[in-house]
């Protein structure tokens, strides 16, 4: 059919990534529609003052991490910053328990007291988000030796980390130590161009930042982050490269987000007109949408229906999270030890 797209071949001679069939097309399209209703549910959830301390949306940048999960395996790990979402959703973490973390409720992933930035779902893989700007690399480095000191082979570590985050000194120590010891890991650098109110052109030398992990003999690939199979495309055979054994791989996945980094930032160091161009030019969803529509997968009344049903989804994780209790004080004592 016109709608099939494989990834390109790896250099390590494994098969092309699965023929992309209208069922896979669809569940792109549900798992992006799926972060952008929850993040528009979350951002008036903290309008409301139901979300209380920092809130980093995801909105823009819902092809990287699909594209990239299309792409994992059962006993992958995941690890990625605060704006962390969409990976929690992508990895198949159910939205009530999401949003009721979000919310601070004790239905919440981490029982209402780690909210918008630290929840986990070991069943899934996930290991978090990490409030620390570039914590989460070196952390994700060390998933990746448990992957090779287990001996579980073929399993990688997915580690995302901001463009802000690529000049910090701990993310270049990890390369070293990623690079000396073959590790499996996958860096995803998300380059939304912007590190907090800061372009990445005024924060970062000049050059590719793909070529970050050169100096450490790590390839490296700049890809499409705004469309969801050029990510598919476009990250096979860096996934390729890791799982044959052959260490770590660096990606620069150029993508946007539409609000500011946090909920509190106006975002003033950008106009309106590069914003609204982005959206109108290059939004993943309406893309992938289009692509459906010019090939006859879908119909309007279709996509309708998905959006129905995903609109569906976030409500009932908002009104599990309002109805959620909010966590006993006594549990501030719990789940801070484990005695090994």
């Known amino acids: 059919m016109a709608a099939t797209r494989r990834a390109r071949a790896s250099s390590s001679g494994s098969k092309e990534a699965p023929i992309l069939d209208a069922d896979r097309l669809e569940q792109l399209y549900r798992d992006m529609l799926l972060i952008r209703r929850f993040e528009e549910k979350a951002g008036q959830l903290y309008g409301m003052g139901l979300i209380g301390g920092f809130c980093h949306l995801y909105i823009g940048q819902e092809a990287v991490v699909v594209g990239l999960q299309a792409l994992a395996r059962p006993g992958d790990s995941i690890i990625t910053s605060y704006r962390d979402h969409g990976h929690m959703l992508a990895t198949g973490m159910d939205p009530k328990g999401v949003m009721a973390e979000l919310t601070g409720r004790a239905g919440g992933y981490s029982k209402g007291k780690g909210g918008s930035m630290h929840m986990f779902s070991r069943d899934k893989g ?15 480095t060390g998933l990746a030796f448990a992957h090779k000191y287990k001996g579980e082979n073929g399993a990688i570590c997915f580690t995302y980390f901001g463009d802000g985050a690529a000049n910090q000194g701990q993310v270049y120590e990890s390369f070293n130590m990623a690079a000396l010891w073959g590790l499996p890991v996958l860096y995803v ?4 161009k912007y590190g907090m109110g800061t372009s990445v052109e ?10 970050r992990g050169a100096g450490y003999g790590i390839p490296g690939k700049s890809v499409n982050g705004m469309n969801v199979l050029d990510v598919i495309e476009g990250c096979a055979e860096a996934v390729d490269h890791v799982r044959a054994g052959k260490g770590p791989y660096l990606l620069d996945v150029r993508t946007y987000r539409y609000r500011g980094h946090s909920m509190s930032d106006p975002a003033k160091y950008r106009t309106k007109e590069e914003v609204a161009r982005m959206r109108s030019e ?14 006859g997968t879908f119909d309007e009344a279709r996509l309708k229906d998905i959006d129905r049903d995903v609109k569906a989804i976030v409500g009932e994780a908002a009104e599990f999270a309002q109805h959620s209790p909010e966590p006993d004080p006594s549990a501030l004592w719990t789940d801070v030890l484990v005695e090994a």
């Open 126 to 140: 996930f290991y978090g988000g990490h409030g620390i700007v570039g914590a989460q690399v070196p952390l994700g």
């Open 202 to 211: 005024r924060a970062s030398a000049p050059g590719d930042l793909c070529q």
């Open 282 to 295: 290059s939004d993943p969803i309406d893309q992938l949408k289009q692509r459906l529509l010019d090939e």
């Open 189 to 192: 650098l998300e380059n939304n």
